[in-house]
């Protein structure tokens, strides 16, 4: 059973900080890329960040500069530091796994709720 459990949501102030962790079970973890999505009350989800297998990374423009994707492969697990935090960061923030390929597989996480407060 695939299980995508994030941690590390709460109420911040702006211009806070916090670390989000993913821990990943039921997958080979190292070949999958992974990423952070948000989704906002009203908006549709969006990407935040990824991380290939490789260790390369993307973000989106908004949160660059601000946000750090890593990923520690022999944890199963994949963080997002996010610092400078702004009330327009406030989102559930959900855990994503993809595997492309012929064998593709996509899991996401429940989500952990990020609040900045102004």
């Known amino acids: 059973q695939v299980q995508l459990v994030e941690s590390g949501g709460g109420l911040v102030q702006a211009g806070g900080s916090l670390r989000l962790s993913c821990a990943a079970s039921g997958i080979m973890f190292g070949i999958y890329a992974m990423g952070w999505y948000r989704q906002a009350p009203g908006k549709q989800r969006e990407l935040v960040a990824g991380?290939?297998?490789?260790?390369?990374?993307n973000y989106a423009d908004s949160v660059k500069g601000r946000f750090t994707i890593s990923r520690d492969n022999a944890k199963n697990t994949v963080y997002l530091q996010m610092n400078s935090l702004k009330p327009e960061d406030t989102a559930v923030y959900y855990c994503?796994?993809?595997?492309?390929?012929?064998?593709?597989?996509?899991?996401w996480g429940r989500g952990t709720q990020v609040t900045v407060s102004s």
């Open positions: 991380i290939t297998t490789g260790g390369s990374t």
């Open positions: 994503n796994a993809n595997l492309a390929g012929a064998g593709r597989r996509n899991y």
